[in-house]
């Protein structure tokens, strides 16, 4: 079964910073999918970046950004010029590329912005 | 644009009630997820439908049951309700075919309290 972990949880950053939140899974699979998700006190659950594990080029989406390193079996999410509207908790999590499509989280990280 | 609608949003039943949860997908998605989300958890993969038959099922109680109707809305339904079920309940939907296939969007949630 696949694993997700997320070393740190809780990590701050002043505004206008940059930070970067740390994920590690653990996966038999060759071909799968990565998330980065964000929940901020809504609860509501925000997708914010994916990477497919064929792809060498680490996904960008504005301000967020991957680190992807396959054979390490990391995925770290780097926010640049962090904004008040950035804090939440961070999930990273694991999809299968075939069969199972279900989403398995880390425990989460969550991030505090001080202005 | 469109998203994932649950209903109810807020729900507060007794030990040993029942308890139904609705998730209307986004148009065209074919497939629906549930999750459960604890306090403080990360969500928990419950179960999941495409073209309104089972295509997963993670760690669901026997007391719960769900189905993916004709019109491709679902439904939880949760029986013997016991404290322990208080969480967050995600319903997610995803496309099988376009730019975001495989990526799944998470609706706001029905909260379910159980006194």
């Known amino acids: 079964a696949q694993t997700v972990t997320q070393s740190q949880p809780e990590m701050s950053v002043q505004e206008a910073e940059t930070v970067t939140l740390s994920c590690t899974y653990d996966?038999?699979?060759?071909?799968?999918?990565l998330f980065w998700y964000k929940q901020p006190p809504s609860r509501q659950m925000i997708l914010v970046i994916r990477q497919e594990a064929y792809k060498q080029q680490n996904a960008t989406e504005n301000r967020f950004s991957v680190n992807f390193q396959k054979a390490a079996k990391s995925f770290s999410l780097k926010i640049s010029d962090s904004q008040l509207g950035d804090a939440a908790m961070y999930f990273c999590a694991y999809r299968s590329w075939g069969g199972s499509e279900k989403l398995v989280f880390g425990k989460g990280t969550k991030l505090t912005v001080n202005p | 644009a469109a998203g994932v609608i649950q209903s109810p949003r807020h729900l507060i039943k007794e030990k040993r009630e029942t308890a139904t949860l609705k998730c209307y997908p986004i148009?065209?998605?074919?497939?629906v997820y549930w999750y459960q989300q604890g306090p403080g958890q990360d969500p928990q993969f419950l179960i999941s439908?495409?073209?309104?038959?089972?295509?997963d099922k993670g760690s669901i109680p026997d007391r719960f049951s769900a189905q993916q109707f004709s019109d491709y809305h679902s439904e939880l339904n949760m029986s013997s309700l016991e404290l322990g079920d208080s969480a967050l309940y995600f319903c997610?939907?995803?496309?099988?075919?376009?730019?975001?296939?495989?990526?799944?969007?998470f609706g706001p949630g029905t909260r379910l309290t159980v006194l």
């Open positions: 997610a939907s995803s496309p099988t075919s376009g730019a975001s296939y495989n990526e799944q969007f």
């Open positions: 439908f495409y073209e309104k038959m089972q295509s």
């Open positions: 148009p065209r998605h074919d497939t």
């Open positions: 996966t038999s699979e060759s071909d799968y999918y």
